[in-house]
């Protein structure tokens, strides 16, 4: 898991976890919290539709998960 | 011619070569004559010339089928004989007095000299299959062990005879070789060794194999079991959170019933991977059942179990019940029990590691009767021993006591011994730490014994 805060701008948590029931209930807990979530089934899924890394403050995903 | 005059008698001569005119040679024999006139006085000879020289040719090409014909028997080690039905004399080439063990050749053979030579409890066995060949009229193969005469060694001998008929139908004669193959003999039988232990080894290599091949099948399943455990987890976190910090909120109701569906949903594909490792480590295998030596298992499963155990610094003790009966298992499967039981101990005491004054780690894996058809067999540690709250769940699936331990190992285990007919629980040890004992039927129906 890794995780970067800035600490600025609004609360996004991108999650990349290649199972989708995972995905969803991560999704559920971070919404719960107020933490908005955006899903990627993987790595390169996540990098080729987040084109601005400046952006990002949080990354969350498995280590299990290839890529 | 002058002998013939001399003695006034015919004579048979000696072979003189003769130059013809044209410079060739031939061979002849002369064989002269005196003559005689009535008064019986000797008027003169008369000599008759032979030419011989086809016969020679004749005797050269014998010469050198004999010497082919010994060269082969030489190179084959073989050595020819000739074996007179009706007398039982045996006349022999060269070198078969010598595979007799006699450094000069014997004056007299015969079959009562050969059959003396052969090992007594081979000689009923040789006499029938000579007799049937000259019955039969056919040819004969024997392979047989003989005494050797000067040094007593003991040699395989194998004998090919083919019989000369008569044109009557008896036969009389019978042709053959003998050679000594016990070099042969030898080879053969190191080489069935050699094959059987192999045949031996890669058993054990396909036992070992897939013996590590279910633990790797397990721990992969047990693997898949993180991720509905995880969405479960998180699910249930977030329906608790929405509960407890906006239940009021617009939406939230249907928040909280979508995750709570998400976690049921999920605990049933966990309970699918349960059954599937259930069924797979544990599958009905009857069929699998045999009759097995306990303390073999254990032997084997500990080979595995315990590698690396010695280095952690644990003593590995070993009590079997000498009386012990065989049991009716599936190897694998006991050997799975065995395995994990075994690694669960070394790693309870490892957990300690690090303490100042750790105490003696001792593993006690032993096994007795406890009824006329009842086994028990314990696996004993001297680690920490086990929490009243561990202990009381100890075989729920995903309930571990150890950092990171899927919880999966000793609910296989429960399974795979009950689908035996036994039982597994766990206790505390007199010594420290905890004792799992097992129970599985005996195989044997022998009367009780006092165990």
Known sequence: MTTEDVGLGPK??????????????????????????????????????????????CVLRTCACPA | MGLALRERRPVSGSEVVA??????????????????????????????????????KTEAALRDSEARLRLALEAGQLAFWELNVVTGSITRGPGHDRIFGHEQPVPEWDYRAFLDQVLPEERARVESAYYAAIQHRTGAFIECRIRRLLDGEVRWIELQ??????????????LGVVRDITDRKRTETILREKEARLRD?????????????????????????????????????????????????????????????????????????????????????????????????????????????REHGVEVRSEFDPQLPPVLVDRIQIQQVLLNLMRNAVEAMRQDENDEAPSARKL??????????????????????????IAARL????????????????????????????????????????????????????????A
Not at chain 2, 206 to 235: D, K, Y
Not at chain 2, 369 to 379: I, S, W, Y
Not at chain 2, 418 to 442: C, D, I, M, Q, Y
Request: net charge negative; with cysteine.
């Open chain 2, 19 to 56: 130059e013809r005119p044209d410079g060739t040679r031939v061979p002849f024999i002369a064989y002269p004559a005196p003559l005689e006139n009535e008064a019986g006085e000797v008027t003169g000879g008369v000599n008759v010339l032979v030419d011989i020289s086809q016969r020679k």
């Open chain 1, 12 to 57: 996004t948590v991108h999650v990349i976890d290649d199972d989708a029931p995972v995905r969803r209930a991560l999704a559920m807990l971070l919404r719960s919290a107020g933490i908005e979530a955006k899903l990627y089934a993987s790595g390169p899924a996540f990098l080729d539709a987040v084109q601005d890394f400046n952006g990002v403050q």
């Open chain 2, 364 to 389: 006690t894996l032993s096994a007795r009767r406890l009824g006329p058809d009842l086994v028990e067999v314990a696996v004993a540690d001297t680690g920490p021993g086990l929490s009243p709250e």
């Open chain 2, 395 to 450: 075989f729920e699936p995903f309930v571990s006591n150890k950092p990171g331990g899927m919880g999966m190992g000793l609910s296989i285990c429960r399974s795979i011994v009950e689908a035996h007919g036994g039982r597994l629980w766990a206790e505390p040890n007199a010594e420290g730490g905890t004792v799992f004992r097992f129970t599985l039927p005996a195989a044997s129906t022998e009367a009780p014994s006092s």
């Open chain 2, 161 to 174: 005879g083919q019989p000369q008929v008569e044109p009557g139908g008896r036969v009389v004669r019978h």
């Open chain 2, 201 to 309: 080894l890669h058993s054990e290599l396909l036992h070992v194999s897939r013996l590590s091949a279910a633990g790797e099948m397990a721990s992969a399943l047990a693997h898949e079991l993180n991720q509905p455990l995880t969405a479960i987890s998180s699910a249930v976190r977030a329906a608790q959170r929405t509960l407890l910090v906006a239940p009021q909120r617009k939406g939230s109701a249907g928040e909280i019933v979508e995750a709570l569906d998400l976690a049921a949903e999920q605990a049933v594909r966990a309970g699918h991977i349960v059954r599937n490792l259930r069924d797979f480590v544990a599958r009905d295998g009857e069929a699998d059942k045999q009759i097995e030596d306990l303390s073999k298992l254990a032997e084997e499963a500990g080979a595995l179990a315990l590698v690396g155990a």
